[in-house]
C-alpha cells in the first residue's frame, strides 16, 4: 500500500499514477531483501514501516530520472560522433540511451527520438560494412533495425537488404582485408611523398615499394617512384658536374708550386695520426692539460686521483662538450702491497707544485704512493708496482692479416748483392728460400716475451686476431708489439711525380721588299737604269703569287708590276730563321712558301720607273704548356709501378724497291705517231704509248716491327725512414712521345716526253722509307724528402736565340731612308723543364698519417692527375700520335 503522503509528493511533480505504481514495484523488486526483512518484522510500528518504503520509491524515482538524462546526454553525443561519421561508436551511444529509457508515456517522445536515431545510424552503419566487404554484418545490423520493438518498417533498411543481395550493388569479391590492404597502401602513399617533400629518396621508395607488396599494380607508387628516380638523376647531374669541377680545379691545383718547408723544429713526427679516442690521443690530454697548482697535505691515494680528474675537466684544453671534457683515472683494486707496506689505501702523499703538466703530476701521485700508471683505450689505470704477475689474462688483439711474417725477422740468408740500379732485375741465391712459418708463440718468444706455465698465443687467420694468455706484465708488451706492427700497417706511401714543361717561342719580322723596272738615267738618253736580273730571283718563288699589283693577262707565269726585283737577297720568313734539323725534316710536308707574307703594298704604274714596295712583317707567339703527373699508391719497401701508354707499333726493316730490267708493256717512251705518248696516253697517230701507271715498280715495303711504348711510365721503391716522417724514394718517371716519321726513302723517277715531245721527268713511286722519332723526358734517381712535402728533383733550362740583319748595301746605309732597304729578324725559343716528386704517408683509408702536416700533394687531387698530359698550349695542335691516329 503506497502512502498518502508519498502519493501526494509525486502527483505533486506531475507522475501520474501508473507510473508511480509501476516505480513502487520495480522499487520493491529492486530492494527485495529490505522488504523481506520488513515482512518478518511484524511487530514493528506501520508508521515506521511506511517510512522505509517512501525512502526507497523515492530513491527509486530519482534513479529513473538520472538514467533518462544520462540518455538524452548520450543521444546529444551520439550525434555528435554520427556527424563525424562514426557511425559505430554512435549506434553504441543511441543503443545505450535506448535502455536508459524506460517504456513510459511521460518519456514516450524521448523513447521514440532514441529509437530513430539508433534505426537511421544502424543503416548507415550497415551500408559502410557492406561497402568494406562486411556483408554478413551488415546484414545483422539491419536486421536488429526491421524488429517490431525498433522499426520493422524502415524503408532504408528494406532497400539495403535487397540490395546485398545483388553484386551489381556491393561487389562479392570484397573483403575486409581488402579494404585494410587500400587503407594501408593510402598511408603508405601519404608517408612516401612526406619523404619525397624532404628529400629523403631511399625512405620515400622504401615506403614505395612496401606500397608495391601490398599491391603490385599500384600506379601511383611506380610514378613516385619514377619522381624519384627523376630527383635523383638531377642530382647526379650536379655531383657530375661538381665532380667535373673538382677534377678540373685539382688540374688548375697540379700547377702550384709548393712553399718549401725550411724546418721540422717543434713538429711531432712520430708517425701515426690522432686517435680521438684511443692512448694516443689520451696521452696528449695528459701531455697538454696543465694544472696550475696541485697541493696535497698527506692525502690519501683516492683523494689525489679525484682531484687530478676535476681538474681534467676543469683545465681540458681539446674538447667544448662537457660530458667530454677530463681523463678517466681509475686504480685498481684488490692489491696488497710488499711485505711490511702499509695497504694503499692508507698511504699518503704530501705534494706541491705548479704549472704542471697532468702527466708529470700523475707520475708524481704514483711515485710517491709506490705505483704506475698505465694508459688504456678509454681510462688511466694506476696499479701497485709490487702487483702479482703470476694470474693468467687473456685479452683479444686486433693484428695485421700478415702478423706471422711482419712481426718475424723474414727474409732468407744473403739477399744478393747491392746493385746501383734500385730497379735492377735478379738478386743473390736464399733471398727466395721459404722458410718454415713461425706460430704466434713463437714470434712473440722471438721478441722477448717469456710465455710461463699455461700461457698461449693463437692467431687465427680470417679475422687477423691475436688470442693471448699471459701475465700483465707479459701483455703490455704483447700490447706494445701489436701497436708497433699497426703502425707499420699504415706506412703506405703516396707518390706522384710531375713533369712541367713551358715551352715559348717569339717571332719578330720586318722587312721591305722591292721591284723596279727600266728607266732612262736622269739627264741622259743614253743611259738606263732598273732593278735586278730574273736569275736574282728567290728559288722556287712565284712573283705573281706574292706581289701586291700584277697586271692582267700575264701568262702562264704573271709579272708583277716593276718585274725586276731589288731587295731579293734580302732574307724572310724561313728563309732567315731556321729550325732545328729534326724538326725541319718532321715539318718537311707543311712548308709551302719560305717568304713572309705581303702584309701591304705600294706600286707606281704609270711611273718612269714603274715600281712597288711591299712590307713583309711577322709579330708572332706560341707557347705550349704540358704538365704530366703520374700517381702510385705503394707500402714501404714495395716498389711499384704505373704505365698510362699506347702501343705504338711501327717497321723497322724495309725489303728494297724492285724495278724490272725488261718491260714489253708499252715502255715508258712509247712509239709511233707524233711522240710516243706520255704514260699510256699513246701518240697523236696511234703509236703505242708507254705507261707510268702501268710499269710495275715495287716501292720498299716493311717486314719487321717494333712496339715503343708511348706516354707516361712511374716506377718507384719507397721507404719510410725509422722516426716515420721521413721517405727515401729510388723514383725513375719517364714521359715518352711520338713526335713523327723522317722519310728515309727517295722517289724512283724515270725519264720520258711529254705529248709535245720535250723530255720530263716522271715519279713512278714516292718509295718512302719512314722511322719514328721519339721525344722522351726521363730521370733515374734516389732522394729523401719530408712526408707531404714536394722536392724539385730535376729540369733543363734551354733558350735558342736567332737574329737576322739583312740590308741593300749603299741603299740599307742611308739614313732613315735606309731602313726601308732592311729586313730584321729575330727569334726567342724558350723551355724550361721542371720534375718535382711529392711523397705523402697515407693509411689504408686513405688519410695522411701525419695530419699535422701543411702543404703538400693531395691525394685525391693526385688521383685525378694521374698520368694526366694536359696541353695547355696557345696555339698548339693535338700531339703527334693523335694526329697519326686520327688520320
Known sequence: MIPSSL????????????????????????????????????????????????????????????????????????????ADNDFDGARAKYKSALENIPRAPLVKSKRDRATKLFADVSVKLAHQRATEGRREEAKELLDAVLVDEVAPAHPEAKKIMLRLQDPEWYNH???????????????????????????????????????????????????????????RRDYHKSSRAHTRGRLMRQVDEAWETQVPLLSVEGRDIGGGGDDSTGREYIARKLRETIIPQVLFDEATVDEAIEFLRQKSKEHDPFETDEAEKGVNIVRRQGAAGPDGAAPVEEQTISLRVSNLPLAEALRYVAEGAGMKYKIEPYTVVIVPLWQGTSDLYTRTFRVPPDFLSSASDGGGAGGGDVVDDPFATGGGDGGTALKPRQTAKEILMSQGI??????????NPRTSTLVARNTQNNMELIEVLVQELLKAVASQVYITTKFVEITQTNLDELGFDWMMGQFNMPGSNRIFGGGGTLGNQRGGESPGNDYTFVPPG????????????????????????????????????????????????????????????????????????????????????????????????????????????????????????LGGGLGGLGGLGGGGGGAAGGFPVTPANPTSFEMRPVGVTLEVDPVVGAD????????????????????????????????????????????????????????????????????????????????VQD?????GDIPLIGRFFRTNSEQHFKKNLMIFV??????????????????????????????AAIDLGMGAGAGASDALFNN
Not at 554 to 578: A, E, K
Open 724 to 803: 716515420g716522417f721521413t721517405l727515401e724514394l729510388n723514383i725513375a718517371p719517364e714521359v715518352t712521345e711520338f713526335e713523327g716519321f723522317v722519310n728515309y726513302g727517295s722517289p724512283i723517277q724515270t725519264g720520258a716526253v711529254d705529248a709535245l715531245g720535250q723530255p720530263t721527268t716522271i715519279v713512278l713511286t714516292e718509295n718512302r722509307i719512314e722511322q719514328p722519332v721519339f721525344s722522351t723526358r726521363k730521370l733515374t734517381t734516389s732522394v729523401t724528402i719530408w712526408d707531404g712535402q714536394t722536392v724539385a728533383i730535376g729540369g733543363l733550362i734551354r733558350e735558342d736565340v736567332q737574329n
Open 7 to 82: 502519493l501526494s509528493k509525486f502527483l505533486k511533480k506531475g507522475f501520474s499514477v501508473a507510473f508511480i505504481s509501476a516505480a513502487i514495484c520495480s522499487a520493491n523488486l529492486y530492494a527485495g531483501p529490505t522488504g523481506d526483512a520488513v515482512s518478518a518484522k511484524e511487530s514493528k510500528e506501520d508508521s515506521a514501516g511506511a517510512t522505509t518504503l517512501s525512502d526507497i520509491a523515492e530513491r527509486e524515482m530519482v534513479r529513473r530520472l538520472q538514467r533518462v538524462k544520462d540518455a538524452e546526454i548520450g543521444l546529444d553525443e551520439g550525434q555528435a560522433l554520427e
Open 554 to 673: 700575264g701568262g702562264t707565269t704573271p709579272v708583277p708590276t716593276g718585274r725586276f726585283p731589288v731587295t731579293s737577297g734580302l732574307r724572310f720568313g724561313l728563309d732567315g730563321i731556321q729550325s732545328n734539323a729534326i724538326d725541319g725534316l718532321l715539318q718537311e710536308k707543311l712548308l709551302t712558301s719560305n717568304i713572309s707574307p705581303a702584309i701591304f703594298g705600294v706600286g707606281g704604274v704609270l711611273t718612269d720607273p714603274q715600281f712597288q714596295v711591299v712590307i713583309r712583317a711577322l709579330n708572332q707567339k706560341k707557347g705550349a704548356d704540358l704538365m704530366t703527373a703520374p700517381s702510385v699508391v705503394t707500402r714501404s719497401g714495395q716498389r711499384a709501378k704505373i704505365e698510362i701508354i699506347r702501343e705504338f707499333i711501327y717497321p723497322t726493316e724495309y725489303d728494297p724497291p724492285e724495278i724490272p730490267q725488261e718491260f714489253f708493256g708499252g715502255g715508258i717512251q712509247g712509239g709511233g705517231g
Open 450 to 459: 717469456t710465455f710461463p706455465e699455461g700461457a698461449s698465443a693463437f692467431f
Open 838 to 867: 711529392t711523397g705523402r704517408l697515407i693509411d689504408p683509408a686513405g688519410q695522411p698519417v701525419n695530419s699535422n702536416v701543411t702543404g703538400g700533394a693531395n691525394p685525391e687531387a693526385g688521383t685525378a692527375a694521374d698520368g
Open 807 to 811: 740590308k741593300v748595301p749603299l741603299f
Open 173 to 231: 569479391a570484397l573483403t575486409p582485408e581488402h579494404v585494410t590492404n587500400v587503407a594501408e597502401v593510402d598511408r603508405l602513399l601519404k608517408v612516401a611523398k612526406g619523404y619525397f617533400n624532404l628529400g629523403d629518396f631511399d625512405n620515400s621508395e622504401k615506403q614505395y615499394d612496401a606500397v608495391l607488396r601490398i599491391d603490385r599494380y599500384n600506379t601511383a607508387a611506380r610514378r613516385g617512384q619514377e619522381e624519384i628516380e627523376k630527383a
